[in-house]
């Protein structure tokens, strides 16, 4: 699992990446308006760096458990064991929802090849993307999560570790 944390450090600094370009380009929409220059380009930008900030920071959220939780069942159940296997069955859940969105995905962005982004001009297979690499790295982060309970490794919550 060492390369699935050098995976989680990639996707870690390329969603830091991604968010500080984010606010690059929002400070730039904000400073705009004060000034007689316009970018217009600057509103579709930002959604599709938001998008793929959240694509590379999901898995690593599955796999680290940062994600929001009821546990109220998960708390009632009697041994660890069974909270792992209540884990996985969560974790198969996402797994399967992933081939779906995969599948669907790919579909969808197939019909992005006929339309292109209104202000950048860039075709809109590279934003419908986001779908099928998301669901991807689910994929495969749902099933290393399911590794990583079963072999009693359990993954740190600190802002730091990235």
């Given at each position: 699992m060492k390369l699935m944390n050098k995976v989680d450090k990639v996707l870690g600094i390329i969603s830091m990446l991604l968010f500080a370009?984010?606010?690059?380009?929002?400070?730039?929409?904000?400073?705009?308006?004060?000034f007689p220059i316009e970018f217009t380009w600057t509103?579709?930008?930002?959604?599709?760096?938001?998008?793929?900030?959240?694509?590379?920071a999901a898995p690593v959220a599955l796999r680290k458990n940062e994600f929001?939780?009821?546990?109220?069942?998960?708390?009632?159940?009697?041994?660890?064991?069974?909270?792992?296997?209540?884990?996985s069955v969560v974790s198969v859940g996402i797994a399967v929802f992933s081939v779906f969105l995969f599948i669907y995905g790919i579909q969808?962005?197939?019909l992005g090849l006929d339309f292109y982004a209104p202000t950048l001009g860039i075709t809109m297979v590279y934003v419908y993307s986001a779908i099928p690499i998301l669901a991807l790295l689910?994929?495969?982060?749902?099933?290393?999560?399911?590794?990583?309970r079963y072999r009693g490794i359990e993954q740190r919550n600190e802002v730091d570790d990235i």
């Open positions: 370009a984010l606010l690059s380009v929002v400070v730039i929409q904000i400073l705009s308006r004060y509103e579709e930008l930002s959604r599709y760096l938001f998008v793929y900030s959240m694509v590379t929001i939780t009821v546990d109220m069942i998960i708390t009632a159940l009697p041994t660890l064991k069974a909270q792992r296997i209540y884990e969808f962005t197939g689910l994929f495969i982060y749902s099933i290393v999560y399911i590794i990583d």
